[in-house]
């Protein structure tokens, strides 16, 4: 249902891997790369390079939608009608991301009822970040900004991905997830030109996320599992640590403009560096919540299967219109 994949050979079909990924082949795939050429859907690729692919463009699709729930849940709530306009645009847009992500997985051969399964058994992973709660709207504000904003940091290298489909999709992404960050931004400035409750409830929010978004680059470079390949294959332009280092250089000046301190006492400029210090994160916590164990993901996910279940006849439905109309337009030709 609903797959875009072009004809791409099954398994079955197929030659035998080891014939079909000749020497020749893998080297003309890797010189394209090298070149800082683009593979495209029709391209032979390496299976492995497929499968990678595969994985990270659905678990990000996947953070996308469930990253939905926590800021989705502030919106009978929020504070007046135009703050109300602003974030019910910014979750669509997150919907949005997903959709664009789903289908440029599947144009390579995935298709999206065979990724959501996998969200649904809690085999696929997603982002880290959205098994944590959003207590008050001072968080709304925080996600956009600091979530946000480490989403980007993480995802302007992607629109140079060597994958064609996949930075196409992060182009748009990323624009958008600009006006993201800048209305959590906005919301948090006017929260702190308020009152000392209003000052109290940002400062315990970013007490509460900044590490969590820290986390969110994934595990550091040495035990970084795929970076090593991905980078070869230019999937990844730069490494979990260095992207965590530069959103932290850019995030301490935003903080102070903010009057917000951030929650880390080892947080100090180095000059000799030319970046801030920081002190050791929790990779405990962060495993726990990756592998099923943080505070929502259990929430998380039972929201998402439910969603998916009460929406099954609207895509039924879709799919007998789909039908019908293909049926009358062979009937009239
Ligand atoms: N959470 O070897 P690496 C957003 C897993 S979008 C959970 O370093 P890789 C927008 C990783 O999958 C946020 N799992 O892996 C928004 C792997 O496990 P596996 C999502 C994580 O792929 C904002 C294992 O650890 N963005 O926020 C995490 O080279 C506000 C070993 O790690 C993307 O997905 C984590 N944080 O690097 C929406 C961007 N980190 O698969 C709503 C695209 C690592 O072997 C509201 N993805 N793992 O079982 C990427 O850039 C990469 O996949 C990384 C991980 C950097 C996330």
Same mark, same amino acid.
């Given at each position: 249902m609903y797959t875009q994949s072009l004809s791409i050979p099954d398994a079955a079909a197929a030659p035998p891997a080891?014939?079909?990924?000749?020497?020749?082949?893998?080297?003309?795939? &890797? =010189? /394209?790369?090298d070149d800082d050429g683009r593979i495209e859907p029709q391209d032979w690729m390496p299976e492995a390079y497929r499968k990678t692919l595969v /994985?990270?463009? =659905? &678990?990000?699709?996947? =953070?996308?939608i469930v990253g939905m729930l926590p800021e989705g849940n502030w919106i009978s709530r929020a504070p007046s009608l135009k703050a109300k306009a602003i974030l019910i645009a910014k979750v669509q847009d997150e919907g949005g991301h997903g959709l664009y992500l789903y289908s440029a997985a599947e144009t390579l051969g995935s298709s999206r009822d065979e990724m959501l399964a996998a969200l649904h058994s809690g085999k696929a992973k997603y982002s880290s970040i959205f098994n944590y709660p959003a207590l008050n709207w001072a968080d709304v504000g925080v996600i956009g900004w600091l979530v946000d904003g480490a989403a980007i940091m993480? #995802?302007?290298?992607l629109c140079r991905c060597s994958y064609g489909p996949y930075a196409r999709a992060m182009i748009r992404v990323c624009?958008?997830? =600009?006006f993201? &960050? /800048? #209305? @959590?931004?906005?919301s948090l400035l006017t929260l702190m030109r308020g009152t000392q409750a209003q000052k109290d409830m940002v400062q315990d929010a970013v007490n509460r996320w900044w590490w969590k978004c820290l986390a969110m680059f994934g595990p550091p470079d040495s035990d970084s599992h795929h970076s090593a390949q991905a980078m070869k294959w230019g999937i990844k332009r730069i490494s979990n640590d260095d992207l965590r280092q530069k959103f932290i250089d850019a995030t301490v000046p935003q903080a102070e403009v903010l009057g917000v301190k951030l929650p880390d006492?080892?947080?100090?400029?180095?000059?000799? /560096? @030319?970046?801030?210090?920081? @002190?050791?994160i929790d990779w405990d916590e962060f495993w726990q919540t990756v592998n099923g164990n943080g505070p929502l993901?259990?929430?998380r996910l039972a929201t998402r299967v439910r969603a998916s279940e009460e929406g099954a006849w609207v895509r039924e439905a879709a799919l007998a219109r789909a039908r019908k109309q293909a049926h009358t337009g062979k009937e009239a030709a």
């Open positions: 080891k014939s079909v990924e000749s020497a020749h082949l893998v080297q003309k795939f &890797q =010189s /394209r790369i /994985r990270q463009i =659905s &678990q990000h699709a996947h =953070s996308e993480n #995802q302007i290298p624009k958008e997830e =600009s993201h &960050q /800048r #209305q @959590g931004y906005a006492p080892d947080l100090k400029w180095n000059e000799a /560096r @030319g970046h801030y210090d920081f @002190g050791p993901n259990k929430e």
